[in-house]
């Protein structure tokens, strides 16, 4: 059976296979999105976010979802994150992340390599800060790696990178050390 389906991440309050587009909830009001690995994490219009889907990939749950726990290992429909004030959220392979309107960045799921850019290697299951601010929400300025490196560019147009390095220097730093801080 098909894992995208035993996770719930078409938020559609099951775990059926769906072959064609179906509206998930009645909401009009959602502002943007970002899926990845069986979990979903969107905001809407008035500073929400919402997720759904898988806590983590496949027997390993490192809160991913940002509920504050390790399970349940998966949601089939939209469950809201405390705070009305993100403007925009992401979703990588076993790592969450959300910006907010005053442009802090929160980060949270798996942090073994320092992806979760807390300076330590520490699993976080729910939100928590990352220092600085003035963390851009534009479209395409925080990614992450499936290797669990991250990188996000700052309203001043900075890049910065963290996570795992050690593999191939994708960090850009000139070195193969991991980072586990911007």
Not at 78 to 83: H, N
Not at 89 to 118: C, F, I, P, Q, R
Not at 148 to 173: F, K, M, P, V
Request: zero cysteines.
């Amino acid at each position: 059976s098909n894992p995208a389906t035993r996770s719930g991440m078409l938020g559609l309050n099951d775990l059926a296979w769906r072959s064609s587009p179906t509206q998930v909830g009645t909401d009009q009001n959602w502002n943007n999105m970002g899926v990845s690995n069986f979990t979903s994490i969107a905001t809407k219009t008035d500073g929400t976010m919402w997720v759904w889907g898988s806590n983590g990939t496949y027997a390993s749950n490192y809160g991913k979802l940002g509920l504050n726990a390790p399970n349940p290992t998966s949601l089939s429909s939209p469950t809201q994150l405390p705070g009305t004030d993100w403007a925009r959220g992401y979703s990588w392979t076993d790592l969450s992340a959300g910006v907010k309107t005053n442009g802090e960045l929160w980060m949270w799921g798996y942090g073994e390599e320092g992806a979760t850019g807390h300076n330590d290697r520490t699993n976080r299951s729910s939100p928590v800060q990352v220092g600085g601010t003035n963390w851009s929400s534009a479209d395409g300025h925080l990614q992450g790696a499936a290797n669990n490196a991250a990188y996000a560019i700052r309203t001043d147009g900075t890049l910065w990178s963290w996570g795992i390095n050690r593999q191939n220097g994708q960090l850009g730093l000139n070195s193969l050390q991991d980072k586990s801080s911007p």
